[in-house]
């Protein structure tokens, strides 16, 4: 098994009580209501300390009973593609802090599909972004699907910022930002050209991340 990233990276939070501080915030996160519209319980990831910061959509409608993000289909093609540059599914979720632009499952759009979060929802949700931004300072930031890219770079499209690494600013911090695609069942883009070599692009620049280096198999 792989030891977690911050136990040997000196770029991790070296304050005694980040540990305590980040179980505190999720504790805190699981009891938020704030949101009357959204459906429970509040999906967190683990009280770890990693400089990588992963940003989903939303949980889907699995993701609550299981009690963990990405748990269900998406996440299986999301693993995969971390597995094919080092990473396996157990590794990444020891090490990178995995968080969304709402912690709770929306409920279904009349139309069919998640419903999408509106703007209220998803702003109450970044005060807690906010906070873990404060608490882990992140050092490189992965935005999966197009709703969690907005949050970082406004309305764009996807082609022309997947397979693209940018310097960016948010919650007063500074960091390497990598797009990637929602790994959905539901999309195509990923599957298709231009979607399919651009995924492959934003891999790879990952993979040559000296923080994903340090957590992938040698
Ligand atoms: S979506 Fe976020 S802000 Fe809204 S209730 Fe869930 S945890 Fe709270």
Redesign the pocket.
């Known amino acids: 098994m792989v030891a977690p990233v911050s136990d040997y990276l000196p770029t991790m939070p070296v304050a005694k009580d980040s540990k305590t501080l980040i179980s505190r915030h999720i504790e805190e ?1 699981k009891g ?4 009357p519209l ?1 459906i ?1 319980p ?1 999906v967190t990831h683990r009280p770890i300390l990693s400089k990588i910061y992963l940003v989903g959509q ?1 949980p889907g409608p699995r993701e609550g009973e299981m009690g963990r993000p990405f748990a269900w289909t998406a996440g299986k093609t999301l693993f995969k593609w971390f597995d094919s540059i080092g990473v396996d599914e157990e590794t990444f979720r020891q090490n990178v802090y995995m968080s969304a632009v ?3 499952f929306p409920g279904k759009a009349k139309t069919g599909g998640d419903r999408v ?1 509106n703007d209220v ?1 998803i702003k ?2 970044s ?2 972004m906010r906070k873990e931004f404060d608490l882990l300072q992140p050092e490189l930031v992965i935005p999966v699907g197009k709703l969690a890219i907005e949050q970082f770079f406004g309305k764009t499209q996807l082609a022309s910022i997947i397979g693209t690494k940018h310097r960016q600013v948010a919650f007063d911090q500074e960091f390497d930002i990598i797009p990637l695609p929602h790994p959905s069942g539901a999309s195509t883009w990923h599957r298709m050209e231009p979607g399919k070599t651009l995924l492959g692009q934003a891999l790879q620049i990952i993979a040559q991340e000296p923080l994903w280096k340090a957590i992938a198999r040698k």
Do not use: Q, S
């Open positions: 996160l938020c209501t704030a949101c959204m429970g509040v939303a709402c912690r709770c979060p929802e109450n949700c005060e807690w």
